[in-house]
């Protein structure tokens, strides 16, 4: 079976802080993809990352970064320089294979304050 | 990217009655779609499978007879909650997986149904 972990369930920062959202997850698959989506007030959610089991390469876009330890299985993001508008409710999640049904886990509500 | 849409994007309806939500794969085949329900402030979870042309997988703990699916064509999918109650009252989110190529999945922007 498969499992998502975000212990983080609110975190409050002052704009500019860095901060890292965790991510820990379990899964029997040997191939598997895990994501990252966040959710603002209007509900949509919006796509942010998306990384094979086979690519244990960090990644930065812009302001975002992503780091990907198959040894602690776990996938961290980390916004640099937080701004009012990163606040929403930020989603991991996991698939057993591209295509497939994501499982999601319990999400990280995150607030930035001026 | 691609896009999928919902319809609508909001509906209040009376306790009792049927409500349809339609799922559409605007730019891309989807062989496989998949429906989510969302309660307030948690979070998203896997209500049904729906393959074009066969009958849905649904989840455990999801009535089948309750919430009714059709895949009829690949780019639409459509939801029915049948006699709807207050306790239906939630975010429903599609994804639509492509037919060919990456299998890549993308969201709809999601439908909100206020059942009183």
């Known amino acids: 079976a498969q499992k998502v972990t975000q212990a983080q369930t609110e975190i409050s920062v002052v704009e500019k802080e860095d901060v890292t959202l965790d991510c820990v997850y379990e899964?029997?698959?040997?191939?598997?993809?895990l994501f990252w989506y966040k959710q603002p007030p209007s509900g949509e959610l919006v796509f942010l990352i998306r990384?094979?089991?086979?690519?244990?390469q960090n990644e930065i876009s812009g302001r975002y970064s992503w780091n990907f330890q198959k040894s602690t299985s776990s996938f961290n993001f980390t916004i640099t320089a937080s701004q009012v508008v990163d606040s929403a409710v930020y989603f991991c999640?996991?698939?057993?294979?591209?295509?497939?049904?994501?499982?999601f886990g319990k999400g990280t509500s995150l607030l930035v304050t001026p | 990217g691609a896009v999928v849409s919902q319809h609508p994007s909001w509906v209040i309806c009376k306790s009792g009655t049927s409500v349809k939500i339609e799922c559409r794969s605007l730019?891309?085949?989807?062989?496989?779609m998949f429906w989510y329900r969302q309660f307030p402030k948690q979070s998203l979870m896997l209500m049904a499978t729906?393959?074009?042309?066969?009958?849905?997988?649904?989840e455990q703990g999801v009535e089948k007879d309750k919430f009714l699916i059709n895949h009829a064509s690949l780019t639409l999918s459509t939801l029915t909650v049948t006699s709807a109650h207050p306790e239906d009252s939630s975010f429903y989110i599609c994804?639509?997986?492509?037919?060919?190529?990456?299998?890549?999945?993308?969201f709809g922007p999601g439908t909100r149904l206020t059942v009183l």
């Open positions: 994804s639509a997986s492509e037919a060919s190529g990456s299998y890549e999945q993308f």
């Open positions: 899964t029997r698959d040997t191939t598997y993809y």
């Open positions: 990384r094979n089991s086979f690519d244990e």
């Open positions: 999640a996991l698939s057993s294979n591209s295509g497939y049904a994501l499982n």
């Open positions: 730019d891309f085949q989807a062989t496989t």
């Open positions: 729906s393959n074009e042309g066969s009958k849905a997988t649904y």
